[in-house]
């Protein structure tokens, strides 16, 4: 079959079973190709297209796409034992969940493996549950966690959980960055208080300086829980290993997902204390479970990830290549201050806002069509988001910045002349 052929055929099966509406938003934003293969930073299409991957999967390609160390591990484990017998014990569990018990913070030293950033929450909130006897939850507007029930309860976007009313009990909304909603929402029914340190989906926000560490006092002092979701923001994507280490907060229990499959396993992690494991599952260790969670292959992509982060200073590089990214975005803020309202965030975790809707749609379209991919955040249309591989080079970055520009610039003039 041609290119064309094969773009229709696969068109129309999107449209006829899987999903018609999102068919067409594909199309709509400029992704009406279909993708045949990838690495490093570079998505291939069936056209012939290369595209320069800036949204990385929504977090999930730190290491870029196929990253030959994971995928040799992977392989090789393939080699020998793909999944687990769920009788006798495993290496590659074993090994990634002490890994994860040294390069967490704090005591965090038990792992609860799985398969997505959604089962990594509804882990968190099932642990704190029982850990705590408590039943309820502070969580964020704006806040995204999954979407599945537990999950979606703590999200904070209406459209998503409104059609599924009534959601989980227990759970209350309060404003990101706001300690005084938190301090009064937060009771002695609170099993947890679950944030991002940063928003992802919420449009790439940065609290305060203090807040989190705020959050870990109220925590303290009432016996609620502090479950930190990284699942965006964990594994070197920010700058840091983990993004409340910058502000030296350790939480009671974390949530991992995306990253730690190195771009080619799905993998999510909850990591807790040993006294909240204790709680949680020393009167009975089949509490909470999963047939698929920490099967051998998706370990060892865990394993292979954590070893490269390390040995290429992947955390390093994020906070480099992101300073650029972030300077090179500023400098085209400054020339469209009417379209643009903000540049921000913290390594390679770039959200741009724009003033009006439709320059950020058509934005989002021209760099695809410059051969550049970039994506909302869900749940704020006006924000735009940069997260690229933490391999990207400089000149990949000046590519990106280069494509957003002349998209801007283009989107801007189409809307004056309508
Ligand atoms: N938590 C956070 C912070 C996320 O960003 C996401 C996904 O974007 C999730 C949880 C849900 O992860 P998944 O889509 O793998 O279920």
């Given at each position: 079959m041609n290119p064309e052929s094969i773009i229709e055929s696969v068109i129309s099966k999107y449209q006829d079973y899987v999903n018609p509406g999102l068919a067409s938003l594909m199309k709509f934003g400029g992704f009406g190709d279909v993708e045949v293969s990838a690495s490093g930073c570079i998505v291939r299409t069936a056209t012939g297209g290369e595209y320069l991957d800036c949204l990385g999967g929504y977090g999930v390609f730190t290491l870029g796409h196929s990253h030959p160390d994971v995928v040799d591990a992977v392989r090789r484990q393939l080699d020998k034992?793909?999944?687990?017998?769920?009788?006798f014990f495993q290496e590659p569990l074993a090994l990634l969940a002490e890994r994860l018990a040294q390069v967490?913070?704090?005591?965090l030293q038990y792992s609860f493996l799985c398969n997505s950033g959604t089962e990594a929450v509804e882990g968190a909130l099932k642990i704190a549950r029982v850990a705590t006897g408590r039943t309820g939850f502070v969580c964020t507007v704006g806040?995204?966690?999954?979407?599945s029930m537990g999950s979606l309860s703590a999200t904070g976007r209406e459209v998503f959980r409104k059609p599924f009313d009534?959601?989980?009990?227990?759970f209350v909304h309060v404003p990101f960055d706001d300690m005084e909603a938190i301090e009064e929402a937060v009771?002695?029914?609170?099993?947890g208080v679950i944030v991002e340190p940063i928003q992802g989906e919420g449009g790439i926000r940065c609290p305060g300086p203090n807040y989190l560490q705020r959050l870990r006092e109220i925590c303290d002092r009432t016996g609620a829980l502090l479950i930190l979701?990284?699942?965006?923001?964990?594994?070197?994507?920010?700058?840091?290993?983990?993004?409340?280490d910058h502000w030296s907060v350790v939480p009671d229990i974390m949530t991992l997902a995306k990253a730690l499959g190195g771009g080619v396993m799905p993998i999510g992690a909850v990591v807790s204390t040993p006294s909240i494991w204790e709680a949680a599952f020393?009167?009975?260790?089949?509490?909470h479970t999963s047939?698929?969670?920490?099967?051998p292959l998706a370990c060892a992509a865990g394993l292979a990830t954590l070893r490269v982060i390390e040995r290429d200073g992947l955390v390093d590089r994020a906070r480099d290549r992101g300073a650029q990214l972030i300077e090179g975005l500023r400098n085209v803020h400054a020339r469209f201050p009417d379209a643009l309202a903000d540049v921000r965030g913290m390594g390679m975790m770039i959200g741009v806002e724009f003033k009006v809707k439709d320059v950020a749609e058509l934005s989002i379209n021209g760099m695809a069509r410059r051969g550049v991919i970039a994506a909302y955040t869900l749940n704020n249309p006006y924000v735009i988001r940069f997260e690229p591989p933490?391999?990207?080079t400089p000149e990949q970055v000046d590519q990106a910045v280069t494509a957003f520009s002349e998209a801007v610039e283009e989107a801007v003039g189409m809307l004056a002349d309508l």
């Open positions: 034992m793909a999944l687990s017998s769920r009788t967490t913070p704090g005591n806040g995204f966690h999954g979407k009534p959601l989980v009990p227990g009771d002695e029914n609170t099993a979701d990284e699942v965006q923001t964990g594994l070197a994507r920010t700058g840091a290993m983990f993004a409340c020393g009167e009975n260790p089949l509490l047939t698929f969670g920490g099967n933490v391999v990207i």
